[in-house]
């Protein structure tokens, strides 16, 4: 039976564990933390922590899915889980024969550029802090492994629970004074494009190596927020609200045509539909 290993499972490795689950694909998940109202098994590890990870030598799946969160924004955090977490995890698998695909769920902070051109996966990655160069150098490990592999490099995940932008449009006050390019993906779209892809390689069907998960439109930060503002039954007062937008300053633009060109279809490909859904389960 065909079996499926993903490390990490916090809301977004949950969330494609589930998905997994009501295809009948047989899910094995891993976390730090037992999680008793889970409908998959859980193994208890750290990936920080390679003697917890032996157990994973007598689990030989056939698709690795690698989706951590790092415990916190610095350097020795991002380090430890996303260059020598994702080493010690593949080192539990040198002698599983049955891999076939290994997924490390990355992020679009690999690009630090900042333009206005649309970027894809053919533009150099080419990070402007600590978080893409880790993430950049836990992609490059993939390359030495003896089975096909994916980078997924996610935008901004949003969705159920996420409130941040939803919390920060009741402020304008709070607003950034800058107003970059931003992107972003539904966290439901991002765990339905890693099944998807899960049940490509399953089919023995041909995927890249690389994609961009992000929805259909970039777009500038204040829009959204003001779009926010429109939405939300606070009103907030419009003197707080410049009347002209500002031109925009920073950020990037990140293209999902890669994706799309697979035939996913996007539950959410805009921030308007993402945050109406949101905005409708908690207004």
Known sequence: MTQVLIVGCGDLGSAVANQLVQLGIKTIGVRRSVDSHSNFKIIQADVTQPSSLNILREVQPEILIYCVAANGQTDTQYKAHYVDGLQNVLATQDENTQLKHVFFVSSTRVYG??????????????????????????????DSINCNST????????????????????????????????????????????????????????????????????????????????????????????????????????SNEEMLSTGFKLQYPDFKAGYQAILSQCL
């Open 151 to 254: 980078v997924l490099r996610l935008s901004g995940i949003y969705g159920e629970g996420r409130l941040r932008m939803i919390n920060l449009a009741e402020t304008p006050d709070k607003w950034p004074v800058q107003n970059n390019w931003s992107n972003r993906i539904h966290r439901d779209d991002a765990a339905a494009f890693i099944v998807f892809l899960t049940q490509q390689v399953l089919a023995v069907k041909e995927i890249k190596n690389c994609y961009i998960v992000t929805d259909s439109m970039p777009v500038p930060q204040h829009e959204v927020l003001r779009w926010l503002v429109s939405q939300l039954p606070i009103k907030v007062q419009p003197e707080n609200i410049s009347h002209e937008a500002l031109p925009i300053e920073g950020g990037k633009r990140l």
């Open 113 to 142: 550029q900042v333009t206005d051109v649309l970027l894809t996966e053919s533009v150099d990655a080419i990070p402007a802090d600590f978080g893409g160069e880790r993430l950049l150098e836990g992609e490059h490990l993939l």
